[in-house]
């Protein structure tokens, strides 16, 4: 199961999941909501800031790209 550090694991189900998704047009309230509903995932939404749901979007990009 993912906690929230866990941000290319992430960042690939997110791709698997929502293949059609732009990563760089979702905000982070969107993209956090996103992320809890991954099966793999497993932490409170309480700790999750800005800064992480940046990394996970960043890793996403990458991934896409």
């Not at 991954?38 to 990009?61: H, T, V, Y």
């Amino acid at each position: 199961m993912y906690k929230w550090t866990d941000t290319l694991d992430i960042a690939l189900d997110l791709d698997d999941k929502f293949p059609e998704a732009d990563p760089l047009s979702i905000n982070f309230v969107d993209l956090q909501k996103m992320v809890l509903e991954l099966e793999n995932f497993s932490d409170e939404p309480e700790r999750c800031g800005e800064k992480i749901l940046e990394a996970i979007q960043m890793a996403w990009i990458a991934e896409k790209d």
